[in-house]
Each structure stands twice: as C-alpha cells, then as structure tokens.
C-alpha cells in the first residue's frame, strides 16, 4: 500500500502485497528518508518503518492502534494503487505539490524550487536536502546561484509581501538543478495537466486505515471508512466522513468519539449546556435534565428577545468580518499592483530596448539578403543566356505564411475540444457548454447545456453529435433540433472520442468503450492500459489509443488488440496519421513519429517547452499545439517551418478546414489561422 508524507512518497507495503520494507523507483515503489535532518543520509531506506515516530519516538506496544486525532499534522495518502513515476517530483522524491513547469520542460513543486531560495544560507534545511537520484551538491550548488533582491520602493511595502512574490526581479537567475539551464522567475508556468492527474488519483479514507500489530505498517481498518475517495475530493470527504474522529462539543475532557456515535454520545453526556448559555444560565446536565430545566429556565420567557438579540449581534460581527476582510484584500491588492507595476515597466523597458536592437539586426540582414539576391538573379540570368536557357523559369521558393485572421470569443473557461461540420464550428470548454458558430457570420448560432462537468471531447457523424465529459457520461445530440437523444454512462470521465465502422469509440480510465450508433449500448470495452487513455485516431482499418508510455493497435474487424507500441516519452495526449506515419503528442514535450508499415521510430520532434496536447493534420502539413501556448506548423520534411503565438494560455485543440486552422486555448478564445 502506498501513502505520502506531506510532501514526501513513501511506500510501505501490508502483508497482502509484500513482506517487504525496502522499494526502489524501479520496482514501482519510492522510499525517502522521512527525516531529513538524518547524520546517515545514504542509508534512506533505513527510515521507512519510521513514519509515525515523527521524531516523536512513539512506540508500538503490540496493538493495532488506529490513526486518531493526534496524528492530524502528518498529511496521509494511502493510495489504492501505486502512483505513476511521472507525479515524482524529481527533487524530494515525493508527489507533486503545487507543480509548476519550467521553460526548459521539467516540472517542480512550488516548494522544491520557490521557497527553497529562503533557506538558501542554510542549506541543510533545504527541502531538496534528501537521499535521491540527483547529486545533493549539485541541486545546492544550482539553488545557491538564486539571488533574492527585492526592488526598494518609498513605502518599504515589499517586505510584507514577502512571501507572495519570491521574485520580483527579471534579473533573479537560477539554475535547472536537472540540465543546467538558465531560468527567471517568469519562466515557469503552474503545470495544470499534472495537477489533474495528481487530484484524480485514488486514496483509502484516512479514518480507514490503521498501523499492523505484527510490523507496525499501514493497514485498511475493517471496522473504519471503507471509501475509495479522489485525492483531490479528500477534504470534503473527510468533512462529512461519519468514521472521523471528532470531540464532545459540550466537554473537552469526553473522550474523542467517531462522528456516527456522536448522536448516542448526546443521550448520556452530562456536560449538555442550557440553550441560553450565552444569555447568562450556567446550567449542565443530561439531555433528559435539560429538558426538565427549560420548564423552568428564567431565560426560556424570553428567549425571543435574547434571539433577536444575537440575531442582531451576529449580523453586526458578520457585517465587521467582511469590512475586515475586504480592508485586508484592498491593502494586499495595492501592495501586488504596486510591486507588479513596477516590475512590468521594468520588463517593458528592457524588451524595448531588445526589440529595438532585435529590428535594427532585422533591418541590416533584409538589406543584405536583398543586395545578395540582387546579385543571385543577375548571376542566373547570365548562366541561363550563356547555357540557351532563356525558356526555364526560376522557381520560387517562398513558403505561405499562415497570420491570424480573426477570434472567437464566448466560453467562460478553456476550449478543450473542437470539430467541423456543414459550415459549423463545435467547441467544448470548461464552462460545461457546448456551442456552435456559424462559419459564415462568425456568430454563436446556439448553446447546448446538460453537462455538469468539463468537455473534453467532441465527434461528429452526419447529424450526431457526440460530446463526452468529466460528470462521467456522452451526451448525443441532433444538430437540427439541437435537442439531446440520448445520455452514455461511463464509470469515469470520458477523454476522447472517435468514429468508424458504424461505433463509437470513447477512451476513459484503463478502458476503452465502444458504442453502437444505432441502439447508442455499449458492444464492448476494450482493456489492456494501466492508465488514462487520452488519445484516439482511425486509419486503414485500425484503431490507435493513446496512454501512458504506450500507443496500442485494435483491429476494427474483431476488436482485438494487434500491436503495442512503446512511447517512451510519458503520457500520450494527442494521436494523428499522416502519410503512412502515425503521431503521437506526449506529455514529454516532444511529438513521437512511427513508420505505420514497420513501427519504428522515424523521428522525435522537439520544439515545444510544453506538453503536446493536440494535433491536426492539413495535405502534407501537420499542425501540433502546446502547453507553451504555441501553435508549430510542420512540413512533410518533418521539419518546422512555422510558429504561431498569438494565444496567451495553453493550447488545447485544433481543427483544420477549408484551408483554415482553428486553434481553441486556456484563453477561454478561438482563433482563426489562414
């Protein structure tokens, strides 16, 4: 079973899976020294069964003791299944908090690389500090090379904003402890895709689990929560949990009750107070004495008062609270738009001037590219009259450039997904709506609502539309009623879509579902994948899934799965054929190339400093968008002949049609290419 400590994975196994207590990352299980103050930091594995000693040396007397409140400070994970190596931070060897991905493609926790800079003159208590892959010297050397300068400004407000705004200077360097790159402080970006992940992994209760009395390792609790919860649903869950551990609100000194027994807990505790306690009764007893009081009760008479009178009270405290909170949030807001005005006049200044220096660099080489092919075309022409070819023509080499033609505006949130049909643009987005725009007005012609989750995937047959969501279901709709048919369940949120041979195919969670567009029941699901299966794409009789690491082949004939294809470059986000070579968007920044005849690697494609999240494929171009927020335009060289960045967010999908490239982003926008 695996758990993680605050910010650290740790594993410890229950005798159902291993006996056990020693892991390495290659076995799919993480050990960190859960005291990184340790004098034997090379000897990490030694600390593993010490995780509720806590410096605190608390000893096992041979009964399986639950966890309670007392151990409410230690963040517990007991996950159902063993995290995938790509949620490790690579710096404390732990899960994720708070990923944020740098320029140059790796991803840390806000912690690991952020804060860290406070400690930078005692680097002992650095959270990088532990036993890991990675040479300890040199993450420190890397993080000591970080200078923390704050702008002094009149005021000396920057001091109080300490903590909110690490950086606040364009020239703070520091070094990517993993490639040794040069970094500034806006060159890293909150890494949302991984933050979904790490939020949907599964969790055990932590009111259901407890320590082993043979070896003191975590355990389920047969008589606690038996819940299976979402890491990122865990709070609210806990909340309402009726197996937590809560106290006598009446008495400290009740001993600690689950929250199921606390209705019982009130028919035989003696410390009930008087409901006008606040007014003044001292009153204490049982629930049946209580009862008996207020018979008598001077305050019960006047317990409307007294009522009207907290009323009012209460409302006056409320009203104070907000004013006090409203004051705090207007102070705070003019010390970040204070400290941020300064720091962008800053950056304007500085790309200013690199603009400048950047168009007058421009300026000279056009002058001489100009001068050059003065002098190319005077020499063809002079080979051409000497070699009697006066009838051949020169071709030209220039390349069409695609330039931003217009933008649609009108989601509340990202555009996940798009498609084209009968002169309609569809988009699906984080607002749970799914809109179609008129290609010849460029107008929303109409709204179609019904999901209560984010749109991730969209496919068109004929008049059908297939939209599939994160509330777990497909919705079919009639493009001429725009009225909804039909409501598909999936046991999980339903990531991509695709249509062929007369089904519907709908990739989820370790499966995929396939569809009959007839009677709308599910015919069959294929299974095979460990992981989210983001990407779909049919050519030639074959269906290709996209997951984690690997792309799978299904013959369409008989469902059967007839090649895997290892990816090698994380989770595969995007899938697309193009001229017998199959594409692949992984979350590894690159776009995989295969030989569809032979399924070997051809190429990898870099140039995104992001996540490949969508492609698209136009005649011999293809086109592929990005976490960077960039669009790449490919040639059928394989080679990049053009980028376009004129979306401010990530972006989440692209279309092509009639000789345009829709691109829909985290801007909440679409823009229109041609």
């Given at each position: ?316 405290r409320s009203h104070l609270e907000e004013k006090t909170t409203e004051n705090d949030f207007l102070k705070k807001s003019i010390v970040q738009l204070t400290a941020g005005f300064n720091q962008l006049a800053t950056k304007l200044e500085a790309k200013t001037n690199k603009f400048e220096g950047t168009m007058r660099h421009i300026q000279a080489s056009l002058e001489a590219t100009q001068h050059q092919l003065s002098e190319t075309v005077y020499d063809l022409n002079i080979i051409k009259k000497n070699s009697n070819l006066e009838s051949v023509d020169i071709v030209d080499l220039k390349i069409p450039q695609l330039k931003c033609k217009g933008t649609f505006i009108g989601h509340n949130g990202p555009i996940w997904c798009m498609t084209v049909t009968n002169g309609m643009l569809i988009s699906g987005s984080s607002d749970m709506k799914v809109k179609i ?238």
């Open positions: 079973m695996y758990y993680n400590q605050q910010q650290h994975l740790h594993v410890e196994r229950s005798p159902v899976f291993s006996s056990s207590s020693n892991h390495s990352t290659t076995s799919g299980g993480f050990s960190n020294n859960i005291n990184n103050n340790s004098n034997n930091s090379n000897n990490s594995n030694n600390s593993n069964n010490n995780y509720f000693n806590n410096n605190n040396n608390n000893n096992n007397n041979g009964a399986s003791s639950s966890i309670h409140q007392s151990d409410t400070s230690i963040d517990t994970h007991l996950f159902v299944s063993p995290p995938p190596t790509t949620l490790v931070c690579p710096l404390h060897n732990g899960i994720f908090n708070q990923p944020f991905i740098a320029k140059c493609g790796h991803t840390f926790c806000f912690s690991c690389i952020f804060k860290s800079q406070a400690n930078t003159t005692s680097p002992t208590h650095s959270p990088i500090n532990s036993s890991n892959s990675t040479s300890t010297n040199e993450l420190l050397k890397g993080i000591n090379n970080i200078s923390i300068s704050h702008q002094n400004n009149s005021n000396n407000i920057g001091n109080n904003n300490q903590n909110n705004n690490i950086f606040n200077n364009n020239t703070n360097i520091m070094i990517c402890p993993i490639d040794k790159m040069s970094l500034r402080e806006y060159e890293f970006f909150p890494n949302l895709a991984l933050s979904s992940q790490i939020n949907d992994l599964l969790i055990y209760c932590r009111w259901g689990i407890k320590k082993s009395s043979i070896n003191g390792e975590l355990v389920q609790d047969d008589q606690g929560c038996q819940q299976k919860i979402k890491l990122g649903l865990r709070i609210d869950h806990e909340n309402v949990c009726e197996h937590a551990i809560i106290l006598c609100p009446y008495n400290k000194s009740c001993p600690p009750l689950k929250r199921f027994q606390f209705k019982q807990h009130t028919l035989i505790c003696d410390h009930i107070h008087c409901n006008h306690r606040s007014a003044g009764c001292t009153f204490e007893g049982t629930k049946q004495q209580l009862e008996d009081h207020l018979q008598g009760c001077v305050y019960e008479s006047i317990k409307d008062y007294i009522q009207r009178n907290e009323e009012q009270i209460n409302l006056l725009w008129d290609l010849v007005t460029l107008k929303c012609k109409q709204v179609l609502s019904g999901h209560e989750g984010i749109v991730h995937t969209l496919a068109v047959i004929g008049n059908r539309l297939f939209s599939g969501s994160s509330d777990q279901t497909i919705r079919v709709w009639d493009l001429e009623t725009f009225e909804c048919l039909s409501v598909l369940r999936d046991e999980n949120t339903v990531c991509a879509l695709v249509i062929a041979a007369g089904y519907l195919f709908s990739g989820s969670f370790q499966h995929i579902k396939v569809w009959d567009l007839e009677t709308f029941e599910c015919v069959q699901t294929l299974k095979g994948n460990s992981h989210w299966v983001r990407a779909l794409t049919v050519s030639g009789g074959y269906l290709y899934s996209g997951a984690y690491n690997v792309v799978r082949v299904w013959d369409l004939a008989n469902f059967e799965c007839v090649q895997t294809i290892p990816g090698g470059s994380g989770s595969i986000y995007s899938l697309a054929v193009s001229n017998r070579r199959l594409l692949a968007g992984t979350y590894e920044n690159t776009i995989v190339v295969w030989n569809l005849d032979t399924f070997e690697i051809i190429n990898k494609l870099e140039g995104h400093i992001g996540a490949v999240y969508t492609l698209a494929v136009s005649d011999k171009k293809f086109y592929s968008g990005s976490y960077d927020s960039t669009i790449k335009v490919w040639n059928d060289s394989l080679v990049c002949v053009q980028t376009l960045n004129r979306h401010t967010s990530s972006v989440e999908s692209l279309v092509v049609s009639s000789g345009c490239v829709f691109s829909g982003s985290a801007d909440n926008s679409i823009k229109v290419w041609k």
